[in-house]
């Protein structure tokens, strides 16, 4: 079936260095995506989106990346901070559904 | 702090009880969304609500039934329920439209034990 999913299951990155979580998804006509960040003990919170006619879209600290061509998104945390420790999900908009994949925790070393 | 406000935090329950989770926002959402979410796993969609309307239904066991009393509230009871049905359970809303725009606001969730 068609899915979205992550390349990394964990990533551990030093305090004020930059972070990259990858994300390939399988549906080609798929045209909206959405960064979550999940913290302990709380629901997933919205961190940036895009839409498949841009390449990139930047926000506070956060760039998101969409190649098309190869159907992959990437996340980008600039000077990582202790507080950007959490689970990160790309996520798929399909009409009323949102599909989730699989997660990357990330691990931030003070 | 979250604007969608899930009760209880906790449950622990019986295979035989009958209990409830309720969810409740205030920003005008008419979606409104049940996940169920595993340890180490993504949220998986269970039900989406438009306005006050069941509109999608993913082939979730009837021992799960979902009620959305008004705009602001949405219910999920729960009876004879399996120790495979513990997890997070999330309430989440958002514009009616998603393709628009397709931000999730999401609870901190009802964790459920089944014993």
């Known amino acids: 079936g068609e899915s979205v999913g992550l390349h990394l299951p964990t990533l551990s990155v030093q305090e004020g260095d930059n972070s990259i979580i990858n994300c390939a998804y399988s549906?080609?006509?798929?045209?909206?995506f959405i960064w979550y960040k999940q913290e302990s003990g709380k629901g997933p919170q919205f961190i940036i989106d895009?839409?498949?006619?841009?390449d990139k879209r930047q926000g506070q600290r956060v760039t998101v990346l969409l190649n098309k061509t190869v159907k992959h998104l990437s996340l980008q945390i600039a000077a990582t901070q202790p507080g950007d420790s959490a689970v990160y999900f790309c996520?798929?908009?399909?009409?009323?559904?949102?599909?989730f994949g699989a997660g990357t925790r990330l691990f931030v070393k003070a | 702090d979250t604007e969608v406000t899930q009760t209880p935090k906790h449950l622990v329950m019986g295979m035989t009880n009958k209990k409830s989770l309720k969810c409740e926002q205030h920003?005008?959402?008419?979606?409104m969304y049940w996940y169920k979410q595993k340890a180490k796993k993504p949220p998986e969609l269970m039900f989406v609500y438009s306005y006050e309307k069941l509109s999608i239904n993913e082939s979730v066991p009837s021992r799960f039934s979902p009620e959305c009393p008004n705009s602001s509230l949405l219910n999920l009871h729960l009876h004879a329920l399996q120790p495979e049905d513990s997890a997070l359970y999330l309430c989440a809303s958002s514009q009616a439209n998603l393709v628009v725009t397709g931000e999730l606001f999401f609870g901190e969730g009802s964790r459920l034990t089944v014993l």
């Open positions: 549906n080609s006509a798929s045209d909206y």
């Open positions: 920003m005008g959402h008419r979606a």
């Open positions: 895009i839409r498949s006619n841009m």
């Open positions: 996520a798929e908009i399909r009409g009323f559904k949102t599909i």
